[in-house]
T-cell receptor
Framework: GDSVTQMEGPVTLSEEAFLTINCTYT??????LFWYVQYPGEGLQLLLK?????DKGSNKGFEATYRKETTSFHLEKGSVQVSDSAVYFC???????????????FGQGTILTVHP | ETGVTQTPRHLVMGMTNKKSLKCEQH?????MYWYKQSAKKPLELMFV???????ENNSVPSRFSPECPNSSHLFLHLHTLQPEDSALYLC???????????FGPGTRLTVL
């Protein structure tokens, strides 16, 4: 079945450092890929998405490129802020098989802590 | 504001209680979901409803009983829960395959 693997955390960075959170996936079809963020005490929020190979999703300074050849969707940000401290989830939405809804398969989440 | 609301936000219940979690989406989406988020475990999909019909039930114990009376509302009825059921329960909705899923803020459930 489909699966998503994220780099293990926690990740601790200083403000203005470069961030990479690795994500790789296994899927039988052509999934859409997502990054969600969960701030303390809140639900998940969509951060960015990409629906086909070579698409780049971006939002709030974060970027991720859908790499079909390496089955990856790594999250990057050039300069993190304290307010970026949260849990980040990589996810995919299944493709083939007649599915008419966007069921998500999640990675285990990566905790990011940014210090001033 | 994601357009998905959940009540209550926090719930403490005993193992013999019966309670219900409520979710409402104001987005006109066709599919709704219940996810369970436990500490140190990946998000677990519990139930999926598409156009008010349950399309997936991921081996969830019968002490959890979902109900979807219409496309905007989703309930999770709880009875005789166990302490290990303590978790954050997230409701979500989506329009169709490949589109983003919007999540509610969750209900933090504690079973004593």
């Amino acid at each position: 079945g489909d699966s998503v693997t994220q780099m293990e955390g926690p990740v601790t960075l200083s403000e203005e450092a470069f961030l990479t959170i690795n994500c790789t996936y296994t899927a039988t079809g052509y999934p859409s890929l997502f990054w969600y963020v969960q701030y303390p005490g809140e639900g998940l929020q969509l951060l960015l998405k990409a629906t086909k190979a070579d698409d780049k999703g971006s939002n709030k300074g974060f970027e991720a490129t859908y790499r079909k050849e390496t089955t990856s969707f790594h999250l990057e940000k050039g300069s993190v802020q304290v307010s970026d401290s949260a849990v980040y989830f990589c996810a995919l939405s299944e493709g083939a098989g007649g599915t008419s809804y966007g069921k998500l398969t999640f990675g285990q989440g990566t905790i990011l802590t940014v210090h001033p | 504001e994601t357009g998905v609301t959940q009540t209550p936000r926090h719930l403490v219940m005993g193992m013999t209680n019966k309670k219900s979690l409520k979710c409402e989406q104001h987005l006109g989406h066709n599919a709704m979901y219940w996810y369970k988020q436990s500490a140190k475990k990946p998000l677990e999909l519990m139930f999926v409803y598409s156009l008010e019909e349950r399309v997936e039930n991921n081996s969830v114990p019968s002490r959890f009983s979902p109900e979807c009376p219409n496309s905007s509302h989703l309930f999770l009825h709880l009875h005789t829960l166990q302490p290990e059921d303590s978790a954050l329960y997230l409701c979500a909705s989506s329009q169709e395959f490949g589109t983003a899923v919007g999540f509610g803020p969750g209900t933090r459930l504690t079973v004593l």
